[in-house]
């Protein structure tokens, strides 16, 4: 088994398939190294494709017109990433992605995405499912954001991404808080002080 | 044709049923009617439904533990709602959802979702595409939340739902917006002048 189909398998934990099926499947993947400081997606162009995390970390954000950035996602080891309002409507991007730590993806497009449905339906049901979990996630970040105090998020942060501290600086985790520095660091001193 | 038929081949706009796969879609759906202030679901019961509004309005909000309502979402005609976050785990609902405005929503279970994926397949790609949508205008509620002034998600607001102010009351948008009735006020007052 070659690194490509191991790293599809784990990408697709879990489901079954012929060696038909992971043919159809392999051509619809394509591998991209990324170094840190790469831009993956430029807001502005046509989203047509979706990434997947092999490894390193990504980071979505999106700049307001006052001209500071405010990050939506980060994506690290097995998550998927992409401007999907854009993706979804083959629209322009209003949001950027770069990579902030070496990163190693693969990306499929939309077309290949239909094609992977029809062929292989088992995987339309893999991609309501992954979409059924980043809605939830999206649904208590909303809830996170209307409800809790800054120290309550970071605790949240911290909890859905358990390893990202060490790859990511703190003006991007202040950044996805929407707090300052200042107030992250305060945050961070009075948790450590319990 | 029956008014459940119609109603069902409204909610599937633009998909070609068969008159037997029609008899399974009709098993799957119950209607129900609801009154103004008549709670559909409460924080803390397991969700294992979903609703789609034939007519009125329903809210979905959160009451944080300081004992504030966060307004989450409304759905008008033609909307889906749940918790669903705790809908795709068949988890304890973290939200509560109430009637606003007198509504007849249909309800349909998780068992009866999976038995329609499997029965037709067809309707596996319909709600795929519905979940984006959701998707979407969640990914754009995040984005207001941190980027945009309350004056822009008022706007933002007033175009998403257009014809929902009138039965709406203004505490549910500020809530919804994440604001005071009072700043609510001041910014329509604005927005008259111009």
């Known amino acids: 088994m070659n ?29 991209i190294t990324l170094q840190k400081g790469d831009i993956l997606l430029s807001s502005g162009k046509v989203v047509g494709e979706q990434y997947y995390i092999h490894s390193g970390c990504l980071r979505a954000f999106f ?6 950035e405010h990050t939506i996602q ?22 950027t992605i ?19 449905y029809l062929e292989i339906p088992k995987l339309e049901t893999f991609f ?6 980043s809605f939830s996630s999206f649904q208590k970040r909303i809830l996170g954001t209307l409800s809790q105090t800054a120290k309550e998020r970071y605790i949240t942060f911290i909890k859905t991404y358990p390893d990202i501290q060490l790859s990511i600086k703190n003006y991007h985790i ?21």
């Open 74 to 95: 980060f994506a690290i080891e097995d998550w998927w990433i992409s401007d999907y309002t854009a993706f979804f409507t083959t629209s322009k991007a209003i949001m």
């Open 128 to 133: 309501r499912k992954k979409m059924e979990g």
């Open 98 to 116: 770069d990579c902030i730590k070496d990163a190693t993806i693969y990306k499929i497009s939309k077309e290949s995405l239909e094609i992977l």
């Open 63 to 68: 700049i307001s017109t006052d001209g500071k």
């Open 3 to 31: 690194s490509k189909t191991s790293i599809l398998l784990s990408i697709f934990k879990g489901i079954y398939f012929s060696s038909e099926e992971l043919n159809i499947v392999e051509r619809q993947f394509q591998k």
């Open 174 to 194: 202040a950044s996805y808080l929407g707090i300052t520095t200042e107030s992250l660091s305060r945050i961070r001193k009075e948790i450590a002080k319990k």
